[in-house]
């Protein structure tokens, strides 16, 4: 069994990798998507979508970060694929799954699985351009609309030479909504011989174990049920793993550290947007919304928090918060 980390914009970024590859139980994760229009972006792009790049391609706890393209233009993909696999990337990830209207409205993310042929070129073009050494993979929705064009687009990806395949279990116009269907990821297994991971509504180690009994797949993608319970990986791995709220608490306290050191080096907190005090305490604030959903500590400190704008205020907060607080 695979379990790699999904790539989310905004949320999975080089803060969130290293700590939850830290916490562990991934094979892999994936970089937020990186988007190619019309030009060879500077490699100045990628290794700030990806500053693992500058260290082996991995995460400080040395898991392998696949660099994910999203366009539609096959040769400019090709060409921008060429040049972040001589920056060291380990592997290459195409993203057909975004729903965002303004990627959308420009030919890029899932409107692209109306066009089978266009699938196939870019995957095609993807893989000419890269040393055979490094997997070229497809990440897909079941369809734009419906999922009549699965299995052809399945195929598509296989025929161009992709490694793998993974599938999220939605339509673009299902969005985020439950459920996901991974009935129909095991229609996808039946068709093609490539790899196929399974992603979608995986939040506990039982939608995990229903997954793979449905989808027929043992590989594995995790998208926010990573980000509310840290340790779902290596529960899912059937680790037998205490983690409690003070345990959190920490991992909270650890990536806020974080956050604030890459102000103090200087560092962009991720492309076109400056790290200001504001925006990554905003980051925190947003991890700690999502954590609200399985932890009811999380929604006390929420509250505590969501005003406060300053680095020292949240830390005073966040550490006074222990589960004594709590059910005070
Ligand atoms: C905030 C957010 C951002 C996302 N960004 C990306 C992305 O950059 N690339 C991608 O392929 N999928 C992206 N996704 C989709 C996830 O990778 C994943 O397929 C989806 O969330 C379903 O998995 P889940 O139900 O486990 O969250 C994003 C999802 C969310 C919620």
């Known amino acids: 069994m695979k379990i790699f980390l999904a790539p989310m914009e905004g949320l999975t970024d080089y803060y969130m990798r290293d700590m939850l590859t830290r916490i562990g139980g991934y094979d892999a994760c994936v970089s937020e998507f990186i988007r190619v229009t019309d030009r060879l ?13 500058c260290v082996g391609g991995r995460t400080a706890a040395g898991t392998p970060v696949h660099v994910q393209l999203l366009g539609s233009d096959p040769s400019v993909l090709a060409d921008n694929a060429g040049l972040v696999a001589s920056l060291g990337a380990l592997h290459i990830d195409l993203n057909f799954g975004c729903p965002a209207k303004t990627v959308n409205r420009h030919r890029g993310g899932a409107v692209l699985l109306d066009e089978p042929e ?3 070129a870019i995957v095609r073009a993807v893989r000419s351009a890269v040393p055979a050494a490094i997997p070229v993979t497809a990440k897909m929705r079941l369809g734009v609309r419906d999922h009549s064009r699965m299995i052809e687009n399945a195929r598509a990806f296989e025929a161009a030479g992709a490694s793998a395949l993974v599938v999220h279990a939605r339509t673009k116009e299902d969005g985020y909504r439950p459920p996901a269907h991974w009935e129909a990821i095991a229609r996808i297994c039946e068709a093609v011989a490539l790899p196929v991971m399974a992603n979608g509504e995986i939040w506990t180690v039982e939608d ?5 009994a449905v989808s027929g797949c043992s590989d594995l993608m995790l998208g926010r049920g990573a980000v509310t319970q840290p340790v779902l990986a290596r529960r899912i791995r059937g680790e037998a793993v205490d983690f409690f709220w003070d345990d959190l608490r920490h991992w909270q306290a650890d990536f806020l550290a974080l956050l604030k050191l890459a102000g103090e080096l200087g560092q962009p907190k991720r492309f076109g947007a ?11 604030k947003q991890w700690l919304a999502m954590l609200t959903r399985d932890w009811p500590e999380a929604v006390t400190l929420f509250h505590q928090v969501k005003k406060l704008q300053r680095f020292t205020d949240v830390e005073a907060v966040l550490s ?3 589960p004594a607080d709590v059910a005070a």
């Open 41 to 53: 972006l500077p490699a100045r792009t990628f290794l700030q979508y990806c500053p693992e790049l």
């Open 118 to 120: 266009t699938l196939y």
């Open 208 to 212: 995990a174990r229903r997954c793979q």
């Open 274 to 284: 400056p790290w200001t005090e504001r925006g990554a305490i905003g980051r925190y």
């Open 320 to 322: 006074a918060a222990g």
